[in-house]
């Protein structure tokens, strides 16, 4: 139906264009050309922000949000490897490794690993009430991926196959459980910015349909349960496995 309401408008948008042509008024084809590229990419933005399908706008979420992780993770992994002052970093990770073997330093605590557990699925959440969120969220899920793989990549270079094991005893708990809650989240979010975008733009409110339904708040519950979850295993087991795995190199 939204196809045949395109070709409808570019039909009598040629034929108009094909009459004007025909009587030598060239100076008014081209301008009633650019009028028609411009109109009908209007309609088609209209007509697909009047599309009502919730599995479709959650599937172009997704799609966006993996596509800008993954990006933001091939940056972060070629960054790494490009730093030339591998002197600091190698003090930077020395200095980390030291805070977890050495018995009298501060361990960490239950609000700074709430802090680093929420602040993505945070910002990612409240972005959804917001129109900018459809650009935003995905520069939020490349910043994500960037920061994860550079991090990663500098152990690696810096260690070498001696730090696989440290990698997955920092991130590998930590990553198991808030990526995929990152996902879930950012996805629910991009839905509902983009519902908020179609109440802007579109002249068909009442078709649109809302994203927080019981779907939207059962996963932002779960997603709640998980996170803190992992700030609790961030601060009760996970020094302990860095520190056994710090003491092996």
Known sequence: MKLLILCCDCNILKSIN???HKKRYYLLTRPIFIYGVIYLN???FLISLSDSGDTKTNYLGLLICSALFLCGAIIGTVSAGLLSDGAKLNDSVSHYLSFFLNSTSAKPDIFSALGDSFKYHLCAVFLG???LGVICIPVLSAVRGFFLSFSVSVIVRLLGGKGILLVLSIFGIN??????CYFVLSVSAFSASLYFLRLVFSKNVKSTVSPFNTR???NCGI??????LSALLDT????HLISVAASQI
């Open 129 to 131: 009430f917001s129109i």
């Open 236 to 239: 009760y087991l996970v020094p």
């Open 216 to 218: 939207f708040f059962l």
């Open 42 to 44: 209007k309609r088609s």
């Open 223 to 228: 997603c709640l349960i998980v996170l803190v």
């Open 175 to 180: 990553t198991l459980l808030t990526i995929p």
């Open 18 to 20: 094909e009459k004007l």
